[in-house]
């Protein structure tokens, strides 16, 4: 079964940096993948979804990569603000339905 | 606009008794519902999902079952609680359309079992 891996581990990073989030993935390559942001207590909201046939998405501060041979994600915010701090989840298709798997996301913490 | 609402927003139920929590949905139609839990620390697994009215699927055997009585209404229940049920209940819609569709979820429902 498909399986994704998230760095466990706080991210923590000084403000104005940029901050880079990993999402790694087994198995089959999924057709698309997503970025959400949870806030403590919250639900996760989205953020970008990148097709497999793209390389990378923007949208303002965020940027995502995907690479289908690497079976790799990564997410990057620039010019980080401690408004940024929250966790990432990175979700892929499971099936039909829309149906998602996510993982356990990585926590970051922009200090100013 | 779409807006998704789920309550109550904290729980604490004993042992034994049974469960309702309900989400609603406005400002769509026909959308996919799905009903999550997460652990501490943990990702999002997907407990059930309707992609109709009365049309459930479960994707983990368990101690709940969902219901769909209404095209925007999605109802999570147990008749009678276990300790194992505790936890951050989250529902989600997404568009009915294809499978490139984002999901948008409620705020959540955090469920404490005594």
């Known amino acids: 079964s498909q399986k994704i891996e998230q760095n466990s581990e706080a991210l923590n990073i000084q403000e104005g940096k940029t901050a880079t989030l990993t999402c790694n993935y087994t198995?089959?390559?999924?057709?698309?993948l997503q970025w959400y942001r949870q806030d403590p207590g919250r639900g996760p909201v989205f953020l970008l979804l990148?097709?497999?046939?793209?390389k990378e998405k923007r949208k303002e501060r965020l940027k995502v990569t995907f690479d289908t041979t690497l079976k790799q994600s990564l997410f990057h915010i620039t010019a980080s603000q401690p408004a940024d701090s929250a966790t990432y989840l990175c979700?892929?298709?499971?099936?039909?339905?829309?149906?998602?798997?996510f993982g356990a996301g990585t926590r970051l913490a922009v200090h100013p | 606009s779409q807006t998704i609402h789920q309550w109550p927003a904290t729980l604490v139920q004993p042992v034994g008794s049974p469960l309702s929590l309900e989400c609603t949905v406005e400002?769509?139609?026909?959308?996919?519902l799905y009903w999550y839990r997460q652990a501490a620390g943990r990702g999002l697994q997907l407990l059930f999902y309707?992609?109709?009215?009365?049309?459930i699927s479960s994707e983990v055997p368990q101690n709940l079952s969902a219901s769909r009585p209404q095209d925007r209404q999605f109802i999570l229940s147990s008749k009678k609680l276990l300790l194992s049920d505790s936890g951050f209940y989250l529902c989600?819609?997404?568009?009915?359309?294809?499978?490139?569709?984002?999901?948008?979820f409620g705020d959540g429902t955090r469920l404490s079992i005594l």
């Open positions: 198995n089959y390559s999924p057709a698309y």
């Open positions: 979700a892929l298709l499971s099936g039909g339905y829309n149906k998602l798997i």
């Open positions: 400002g769509t139609s026909n959308p996919n």
């Open positions: 309707s992609v109709g009215i009365g049309q």
């Open positions: 989600a819609w997404s568009a009915g359309l294809n499978s490139n569709q984002p999901q948008h």
């Open positions: 990148i097709r497999e046939n793209e």
